[in-house]
């Protein structure tokens, strides 16, 4: 069994690399490791040959203020052996700034490989006829590699080499080897994987930020995520009210104010305020009031009328601007805080406490 750990996001360290365990996962042995600032963010074997084998090895760590996703020791890695030995792939790959990459491999055509790579020239669908040995940029389209660092999804048809899968915000298919895409349907955006049955290539589960959807069709209808309960809540809050409500903001959808007890009216929830990051928190004594906050916009929502006021505080948005240049650097989630001993005093953090 091989793993490819990234280690911890926030900080260099040297649990960064490749692992591989020869007695079902008692004891682990590192085979690849680049720094302690770089990790591995994928692999695959060669099929038909499972002593081949190909790593991704991303420079990616996450700061409060930024994200660095690239450097110029990322970059693709080959081993021949099982993973005693590794080399580095050039032959027509980017060889400056590499940042997050995923490979594909159909079983149909196992010398070719596929490459999706985020990199400063150069990013884009790269595609291998020889192994890894020699490399073609088949596609630059910004679309295919976009926010690279939380996406570069990557899957290609097990019997149809030429059938390639990219996801990100979007889902896109390619039949052609890459060389052209479609934009296809699916239930929910974000998408982060796909897995489709050797043995049929018309059954596949794609996985996004709404759950994992079924396809019998090739990806031209897909089954409803409306029977998963895989709401991802950030943090919750509660009121002081019988039956009390819990208000939670959830990843990649609204918020939501839901009753701990059936009201008897035929309403199994509401939607809060603002957006997906949260938080959201009622007033304390007034709970038809609740304060929200959304990637650093701070809101203000009336449940009684559904008016809702919504702005940055310092009139100025964390998106666009650099770190540099913000007067006040909210996070995505920004801590809010109702004070429990004045339920019209709210607290808002940047690299500051706002009242």
Known sequence: VYVAAQGNPFVPNVE?????????????????????????TDLELQPGHPGVIF?????GQRMPWTIVSGA??????????????????????????????????????????????????????????DSGATWTLVNA?????????????????????????VGDEGWFKSTDGGKTFRSEPVPHGDN??????????????????????????????????????????????VDSQYPYRVYGAQ???????????????????????????????????????????CKGQFSRLNLKTANEQQYWVGAQSLYGNGGADLLYRFQRVSPLEVSPYDPNTVYYGSQYVHR
Not at 16 to 40: F, N
Not at 145 to 164: A, C, E, I, Q, S
Request: hydrophobic share 30%; aromatic share 10%.
């Open 72 to 129: 110029y020791e990322g970059g693709i890695y080959k081993s021949s052996d099982g993973g005693d030995s590794w080399v580095k792939l050039g032959g027509g790959l980017p060889d400056q700034l590499f940042g997050r990459s995923n490979v594909a491999i159909s079983r149909a055509m196992p010398n070719r490989i596929y490459a999706l790579i985020e990199a400063k020239p150069g990013g884009g669908l790269y595609r291998s006829e």
């Open 141 to 165: 389209s910004p679309s295919l590699w976009t926010r690279p660092f939380y996406y570069t999804t990557l899957g290609v048809d097990p019997n149809d080499p030429d059938v390639v899968y």
């Open 192 to 237: 982060h994987d796909l897995w489709i049955n050797p043995e049929n290539s018309d059954a596949m589960i794609q996985a996004n930020d709404g759950g994992a959807n079924v396809s019998l069709d090739g990806g031209r209808t897909w089954s409803s995520q409306l029977n998963q309960p895989t709401a991802e809540i950030y943090q919750v809050a």
């Open 55 to 59: 790593a991704a090895m991303w420079h």
């Open 251 to 293: 990843q990649d959808d609204n918020t939501l104010i839901v009753p701990s007890l059936p009201l008897g009216n035929g309403q199994e929830w509401r939607e809060g305020p603002v957006c997906e990051t949260g938080p959201i928190i009622p007033n304390t004594i007034d709970p038809d009031t609740v304060y929200g906050s």
């Open 16 to 40: 960064r690399g490749v692992y591989r365990t020869r007695d079902g996962g008692r004891s682990w042995q590192k085979i690849l490791y680049v720094s302690d600032s770089t990790g591995a």
